[in-house]
């Protein structure tokens, strides 16, 4: 039961994300770059949830999903932010 419940919870936060994302597909220059983090990175918020993401001509690619209170320029440092 309560694995259902998680996974419905997770269901529906990806499905928020996805809503959240919709302006970006039009706009995909509206969030604020991240050059500081990696060169071409932009960051869009949802809640307490910023979502890191790089846009080309045919899509936006989202790089990570980071809590508000965690450290970006740490975590982004560790991996791989190209498309």
């Known amino acids: 039961m309560a694995e259902q419940r998680g996974t419905a919870a997770a269901s529906a936060f990806v ?6 994302l ?4 039009v706009h995909p220059e509206l969030g ?3 050059d500081n983090l990696a ?6 918020f ?8 790089r846009h080309t001509d045919s899509e936006v690619v989202i790089v990570r999903v980071l ?3 965690r450290d970006a320029r ?9 498309p």
């Open 15 to 20: 499905r928020n994300i996805q809503s959240r």
């Open 22 to 25: 919709k302006p970006l597909l």
């Open 32 to 34: 604020p770059r991240r």
């Open 39 to 44: 060169p071409g990175l932009r960051v869009h």
């Open 46 to 53: 949802h809640q307490k949830y910023a979502l890191y993401y």
């Open 67 to 69: 809590h508000g209170s």
């Open 74 to 82: 740490a975590l982004l440092g560790e991996g791989d932010t190209s």
